[in-house]
């Protein structure tokens, strides 16, 4: 038998194995178990066989099979991956946040031939050698980048550490192209890319749980403690979590030492563990808020859900994604690995918040959410109900701000990007990002460079209203319906011009968090967006009111 037939064989079986593990009803007894895979291992090895006999074409076995795991991965859950050799650098990029690049966002717009760098990482290769955002990337070492997607610049653009790169851009405002000579270097993407005072209060913001994230976060509580913070606020908002361990290190900040944290539950012994916090807190007492969104999951779900269900913070947002499930990497052959959902974790009160049932599905396919009507009532240890399933639901609810159509439009048009490119070109530096907003003449040449642009929208009723009159033509009733959908048609039109006044105050907070990125980089959008930040003031205001706070904390006897 070939190398090819056996990597072909082997990678087959482990395919079969897991199709069939996975839809194998729990009900069967070990043999017929056992007789299911046998039987499926066989059609499965015969229908490949026959595809590479018979085939019109020939077919390349490992993408053939690797077509196959992944669609039967995607049966399972998202969070079961398989990641083959050539893939493992992304697999360590989740796990550790680290790759070695030139550090930087790229950015690729519909109808434009190059790739934009968006915007640099503060302190990495790209920022110190002079890249900046609004660079156009003609070449990479010579090569053309023209019409190449960003999956390819972003290949070539990385690379072993130490190595040396010419990266040939167009700037605005530049006559001639410029080739910069960069350095690669292992890139390690600030897990707290903020942490400051705000109202005589410390704020971290916590983008994600990589690899000593948790020093990161002790180090900021330690300084904004110095400072004379009165109260800390972590911001888990958007935070779509990481490594369970780092979670529970950055709770022990703020619970005593030996606490009962997180149970994990899993199939196979192996999966069953307990987490309990080792280390001497930094300030068991210091009140605490922590802010989530419906992005906040996982390992942001284990912080927020155990300090509720400890009682030691307030949560203030919205209810979390509700991600209740454990992955553990599996090294597979040919230095494969698999990433696969092991166990749920289970928090303090015992719950878990896992808001999605896998295992069942309707006639669509389509994964299950488990309805509040069917969740469980657990208890804080002060006595304070709360649920299971669903995600963690705040103490103190605030409802974010819908999105007009316009700005998310805006948010996703060149047309943004180019009067950015344009505006930068022409300041060479800006006011701090706490203190910078757009002028009135600048929103003035804004809508006009709109305006004078080929961007157009479709709001959301317009869409809508196009679907309704489909279906009324697939129904027979569109003729009957005409004099109706074009006075819909009038009414719902959009006034580019009239839609720019109404969301100014929007689209200026918009404008203007894209251009103090390209001066002051992350930390200064961060900054920026804190002044028009409803959830922060809402957490400012309930850590001014202690007999609030307290109160939301105090258990149903307390209240009494």
């Known amino acids: 038998m070939t190398a090819m037939k056996r990597l072909f064989k082997d990678l087959t079986i482990l395919t079969i194995i897991g199709l069939v593990s996975v839809n194998a009803s729990a009900q069967k007894t070990d043999e017929d178990h056992s007789f299911e895979i046998a039987k499926n291992l066989e059609i499965f090895h015969e229908i490949v066989s026959e595809l590479d006999r018979y085939y019109v074409d020939t077919i390349s076995p490992a993408k053939t099979i690797e077509t196959g795991i992944q669609a039967m991965l995607r049966g399972i859950d998202p969070y079961t991956e398989y990641f083959p050799e050539k893939d493992m650098k992304d697999l360590k990029m989740i796990t550790t ?194 802010m989530t969104d419906e992005q906040s999951a996982s390992a942001s779900e284990i912080v927020a859900g155990s300090l509720q269900d400890l009682d030691r913070a307030v949560i203030v947002g919205t209810r979390t994604f509700g991600k209740g499930l454990v992955q553990t990497t599996r090294m597979l052959p040919f230095n494969g690995t698999l990433k696969v959902t092991t166990a749920k974790y289970y928090i303090p009160s015992g719950r878990c918040i896992q808001e999605i049932d896998y295992s069942k599905r309707n006639d669509k396919g389509q994964a299950q959410h488990i309805p509040d009507s069917l969740t469980k009532v657990f208890h804080t240890a002060a006595g304070r109900p709360v649920r299971d399933g669903g995600g963690i639901r705040p103490d103190v609810v605030c409802k974010p701000d819908t999105m007009p159509d316009i700005l998310y439009s805006l948010s996703q048009n060149v047309v943004l ?73 009038s009414k719902l039109q959009y006034d580019l011009r009239n839609d720019l006044d109404v969301f100014r105050k929007d689209l200026e907070r918009l404008i203007a968090m894209e251009i103090v990125v390209r001066y002051y980089y992350q930390r200064g959008a961060v900054i920026l967006n804190m002044k028009s930040d409803k959830f922060l003031d809402e957490t400012v205001s309930l850590l001014g009111d202690r007999k609030r706070y307290d109160s939301i904390l105090a258990g149903p006897e307390t209240k009494q």
Request: hydrophobic share 35%; charged share 30%; net charge negative.
């Open 97 to 290: 946040g680290k790759y070695a690049g030139i550090g930087a966002v790229i950015r690729q717009y519909n109808g434009r031939e190059y790739i934009y760098i968006d915007e640099p990482y503060e302190g990495m290769p790209a920022a110190r050698y002079g890249i900046k955002g609004g660079d156009e990337i003609l070449r990479i070492d010579g090569e053309s980048m023209k019409g190449k997607p960003s999956s390819y610049v972003s290949d070539h653009l990385r690379g072993e550490a130490d190595t040396k790169l010419t990266v040939t851009v167009r700037r605005k405002g530049v006559a001639d192209s410029l080739d910069i000579d960069v350095v690669r270097s292992v890139i390690s993407l600030p897990a707290v890319p903020y942490y400051g005072m705000w109202k005589g209060y410390g704020y971290i913001l916590l983008e994600q749980f990589t690899e000593n994230c948790s020093r990161s976060v002790m180090q900021a509580l330690v300084e904004l403690k110095e400072q004379g913070a009165k109260g800390i606020i972590l911001d888990l908002r958007g935070n779509g979590g990481g490594l369970l361990q780092e979670a529970v290190e950055i709770v022990g900040l703020f619970v005593p030492k030996g606490t009962k944290l997180v149970e994990t539950r899993g199939k196979i012994p192996q999966a069953v563990s307990t987490y309990v916090t080792q280390r001497n807190p930094i300030d068991e007492n210091i009140p605490l808020v922590v």
């Open 417 to 489: 990007f180019d009067f950015v490119n344009d505006w930068c070109s022409r300041h060479k530096e800006i006011a701090s990002a706490a203190d910078f907003n757009l002028t009135d003449q600048d929103y003035i040449d804004f809508k006009e460079f709109v305006c004078n642009s080929d961007f157009k929208y479709e709001s959301n009723s317009g869409k809508a209203l196009e679907s309704l009159k489909k279906i009324a033509q697939r129904e027979g009733l569109a003729d009957k319906a005409q004099d109706e959908f074009k006075s819909l048609e």
